[in-house]
Structure formats: C-alpha cells, structure tokens
C-alpha cells in the first residue's frame, strides 16, 4: 500500500517519477490518498452492519440471546483514468522552442488529470450520463446520511448543518464560536473523533485560518516540498483548490442551505480519514503507468500515455462526514 508520495521516493524510472512529482504538486490528494492495488476492475468490500448482543446470565443459566452479528456487502468499480498526450513532430524537433515541446504538453495534461481527479474526488457520481466515473465524497456522505434517516444503520448522521442561517462566521465572536463547536461536531463525527483531512475552498480555508489564529488553535509544519501545512486536531486543513478551467471552485461557495447546487453563499468542508482495509482509501488495477509510445504511424506525432484505472473505496461510514451550510465571511 503506498501513497504517491511514498512512491515518488524510490521511484528510479526519470519519466514516472516525472509524471507522479507533477501529480502530487498539483493534487493533495494524489499525494496523501494511500492505494490498494486490487488487479481486477471491481472490487468486493465487506463491512461490519451490525453487531450481536451480549448479556449477562445466572449461574447454571443460560445467556438469552443468541444472534448473530452481520456484514454487509458493496461493491467497488474502477474508472478508467488517463491521457494520451500528443505532440507535432514539426513542434517537437523546432530548435527556436523555449523548451522541450513533449515535456510541455505532459505538464499541461497532467496539471488537467490532477484537477479533475480533485473534482471527482468530492462531485463523482455515477449516473446513466456519467456511468465512467467513480462516486466522490458528497455522494458517499449524502448516502450514508440517507441511510440514517430511514433508520438503517443507528448510526449518527455523518451530515452535519452549521446552521448559519445566512450569518457569516467572520461576523462575530459569537458567529465564530457556534461555528467551531460545529467544527469539532465534524471532528467528532470520524472514527475514532481523529480525521486526518479536512477539505474545504479557498475562501473557506481562509476563513477558518482567521478564527483559529485568533483562539491559537492553528498549528503549522512542512510537507516534503517546504509548502506550509496548517493543522487542527491533528487534521490537516486542505483547500482543494479548482477545476480544470482554473476558475469553478471544486467546493462551491454557492451552496443551497441544504448543502446542494444553486444557492448564493453557503459553502462546505468535508472531512476524511484514510486507512486501507477498514477506513475510506483509494484503489486501482495496477499502479499508475507511464509509457514514451515514440512517433505514431497515423500520423507524424509523439505520444506519451499515461493510464490509471482507479477508484475510491469506503468500509466504515464513520471515515467521511460533512459540515454544510457554513457562510465563510463577515456577512450578516
């Protein structure tokens, strides 16, 4: 089980590790995500439904109940992720380039499957008009939280409402107190009340480092690139950042109240805990693969493919939850 990150560091192939430095520059979570390679298309997970009763008895008694505990069964399908990347003969061997022409275009379309995957990450949903993607974290939450409410699970509700009713966190000291208490309800809905990840825009993570600093709440380290990293709870604060278009945000800041599409202001943070086997992890066919196919015989072109059958896998609800209906400015 390795995370990019891991991999990048034995990595001896220049053109892989190449590729996979790009990724993780440009997506957290390629860099932090662990993978389990599964070398099948689908995979079976086995999660615990419920657990059987335990009791007391009398002496030369018996114990009264005698059930069982149960599993449920889902399974896990793998996308097909990747990118032939083209490139003129005539562009590649023009010497009046500022650069190398190939390794331009890798950069580009690799910049381009970093910030789709962040996307898919929180807004996949398999549907009949987008049946190749894997379901990203809303719809797992929204699905959890759906299950609660018709009492499958017992469990507490893996979606929690901030409740701002239109007030910003930045409007008060009050506003910014009620927040964090939801705040540690997020927290406190993971496994074990330790997320390793907390997910959110860039206008939401500016706005929590604000009310963090001023309650000293805000620790700070390095990643392996000297990039800052802020941490809360022991969760690191992660802005997910943008699409592909560089402008629409991956985590709207135009959520509905009620955490959907179409709103005016409202935003969410979405917590996460990874762990393979047992938590929320990543998995895929084979690990991610690079290969030079030369000059195609179509036509007078380079190409680089870059392939990653993958998808996302989840055991225990309690890995993922979400904090909506957050409105992460001075508004009143």
Same mark, same amino acid.
């Given at each position: 089980m390795w995370t990019l990150a891991e991999l990048s560091k034995i990595e001896t192939d220049i053109l892989r590790k190449s590729v996979i430095d790009t990724l993780i520059m440009e997506s957290n979570l390629m860099?932090?995500?662990?993978?389990?390679?599964?070398?099948?298309? !689908? %995979? &079976?997970?086995? *999660? $615990?439904?419920?657990?059987? !009763? %335990? &009791?007391?008895? *009398? $002496?030369?008694?018996?114990?009264?109940?005698t059930d069982i505990g149960h599993f449920e069964h889902k399974v896990e399908n793998i996308s097909l992720f990747g990118r032939d990347?083209?490139?003129?003969?005539?562009?590649?061997?023009?010497?009046?380039?500022?650069?190398?022409?190939?390794a331009i275009q890798q950069t580009l379309t690799l910049k381009a499957m970093a910030y789709a995957f962040n996307d898919k990450f929180i807004n996949g949903k398999v549907t009949a008009d987008a049946p190749l993607e894997f379901n990203g974290l809303r719809e797992r939450v929204d699905k959890?939280?759906?299950?609660?409410?018709?009492?499958?699970?017992?469990?507490?509700?893996?979606?929690?409402?901030?409740?701002?009713?239109?007030v910003g966190i930045l409007n008060s000291s009050?506003?910014?107190?009620?927040?964090?208490?939801?705040?540690?309800?997020?927290?406190?809905?993971i496994k074990g009340h330790a997320p390793d990840y907390l997910l959110?825009?860039?206008?939401?993570?500016?706005?929590?480092q604000s009310i963090l600093r001023r309650e000293k709440l805000l620790n700070t380290t390095q990643d392996m690139f000297g990039r800052v990293i802020d941490t809360f709870m022991g969760a690191r604060l992660i802005d997910i950042g943008v699409k592909a278009d560089q402008l629409t945000e991956i985590i709207l800041n135009t959520e509905t109240t009620g955490g959907l599409p179409g709103g005016?202001?409202?935003?969410?943070?979405?917590?996460?805990?990874?762990?393979?086997?047992?938590?929320?992890?990543?998995?895929?066919?084979?690990?991610?693969?690079?290969?030079?196919?030369?000059?195609?015989?179509?036509?007078p072109a380079y190409r680089t493919r870059v392939t990653w059958n993958l998808g996302l896998s989840t055991v225990d609800p309690r890995s993922v939850a979400r904090l909506y209906d957050i409105v992460p400015d001075a508004s009143s």
């Open positions: 860099e932090l995500c662990p993978w389990e390679t599964t070398g099948q298309l !689908s %995979v &079976g997970v086995i *999660r $615990i439904q419920d657990l059987p !009763s %335990v &009791g007391f008895r *009398r $002496i030369n008694g018996a114990y009264d109940s990347i083209d490139t003129d003969e005539a562009i590649a061997r023009a010497k009046n380039t500022i650069a190398d022409a190939r959890i939280a759906a299950t609660v409410a018709s009492g499958g699970e017992g469990l507490t509700s893996q979606k929690i409402d901030a409740a701002c009713g239109g009050a506003a910014s107190q009620t927040f964090l208490d939801k705040l540690y309800a997020l927290i406190y809905a959110m825009n860039a206008k939401m993570f500016q706005a929590i005016s202001e409202c935003t969410s943070i979405y917590a996460i805990k990874f762990s393979v086997g047992d938590m929320t992890w990543g998995i895929q066919e084979f690990p991610l693969e690079v290969k030079d196919m030369g000059e195609l015989e179509s036509k």
